[in-house]
């Protein structure tokens, strides 16, 4: 379950960014009305990072520059065979004002794993943070700083080489991007319904559902908006084998009432670093933690009989949210609702936004 704590690429030479300043930058009154509600992912940053990759140069042209589209070639790899994948996230304001991010070596890591299944170069670590760094060096005023509001950061890497032949991109670009974020659903952390898919599939056995790539969020989008026809929020994907995989974005996690704390764990599943998080901390209060597979039998069925005491998801966008039902064609189940997840949710907040101790040293300054 827990993530690699060693960075193999430690000791790297910082790489030189070339800054170019956006000269129609958004003015302070303009840019704070826009954090007075950031909403989610609508609104972006004055700055983007680019670096280029190629087989010949390695990582290359690092560069802050201003934000705006990205030119493409129609024939660029990342169109016609989706050679892509990304990360997400976030800085936050502390009281004192600096800013900070939580764990970001975790998603450097993800990203290299992505990369890896995508045929794609790998980032080193220390550019990765340094990437994140480098943007919020630029656009600090962009952080917000009221409460549950964060700058989210989005990197991404994407073939960029034109060609019409199926193999890997000899040529590739890495962007940063950031947009300030306020609660992730509308209606702030109340809990959700979830429909479950029986007819689509998140991923399968030896694709790409532990990577991070837009190909397997493309894929959650029909049945996504099927849930919205039958009034959820969100939607839950089984494996090929019936068990419970995950919500189109976000783990999902179940409370025994012996205290003990299950995921659904399988190499379709993305590993995620908010829910990594969140079990270390039930770990701390000395709660049970198991990672293995979950049928949707078992996960009913210890509902209707109260061995299950309740279910949340999580996910670096909305951290912890509580799942107050699940729907499907010919059923619906009322979850039940506990006070566990809110009180993780509220303790993992408090230390990313420095209320509370970091007693694993997850949180990096952005602005040192």
Aim: proline share 5%.
């Amino acid at each position: 379950m827990t993530l690699l704590d060693t960075d193999p690429d430690q000791g790297l030479a910082p790489l030189e960014f070339a800054v170019t300043r956006n000269l129609a930058a958004r003015g302070a009154a303009e840019r704070e009305q826009i954090l007075e509600n950031p909403g989610f992912g609508t609104a972006f940053t004055d700055h983007m990072v680019d670096i280029c990759w190629s087989m010949r140069g390695g990582w290359h042209r690092p560069r802050v520059q201003p934000y705006g589209p990205i030119s493409l070639d129609p024939a660029a790899a990342v169109l016609h065979y989706g050679q892509e994948i990304f990360e997400g996230i976030k800085a936050y304001r502390h009281a004192d004002g600096s800013i900070h991010t939580f764990r970001p070596d975790q998603n450097g890591r993800r990203l290299q794993r992505s990369a890896r299944r995508l045929a794609l170069p790998e980032l080193p670590v220390s550019y990765f943070v340094q990437s994140l760094r480098e943007l919020v060096k630029v656009d600090a005023a962009w952080v917000p700083s009221g409460a549950d509001q964060s700058l989210y950061l989005r990197p991404f890497m994407f073939a960029k080489e034109a060609f019409l032949g199926v193999r890997p991109a000899q040529k590739v670009a890495y962007y940063v991007i950031a947009s300030p974020a306020g609660a992730y659903f509308k209606g702030g952390v109340q809990p959700v319904s979830i429909w479950l898919s029986e007819d689509y599939s998140r991923a399968g056995k030896g694709g790409t559902g532990a990577a991070k790539t837009g190909g397997n969020y493309a894929a959650s989008l029909l049945p996504q908006s099927e849930a919205y026809e039958n009034e959820c929020d969100q939607v839950v994907f089984l494996d090929q084998d019936g068990n419970v995989e995950e919500l189109g974005g976000m783990n999902i996690v179940f409370v025994k009432k012996d205290g003990t704390l299950v995921t659904p764990q399988s190499d379709s599943i993305l590993e995620g670093i908010t829910r990594d998080s969140i079990l270390q901390l039930a770990v701390d209060r000395g709660h049970k933690v198991e990672g293995r597979p979950v049928s949707l039998a078992e996960w009913r069925d210890g509902v209707a009989s109260g061995d299950i005491v309740e279910v949340f998801a999580c996910g670096t966008a909305a951290v912890v949210t509580p799942i107050g039902q699940l729907k499907g064609k010919n059923f619906f189940d009322e979850q039940p609702t506990g006070s566990l997840a809110l009180s993780l949710r509220e303790e993992l907040t408090d230390i990313q936004y420095g209320r509370r101790e970091d007693t694993h040293n997850w949180l990096v300054r952005l602005d040192a």
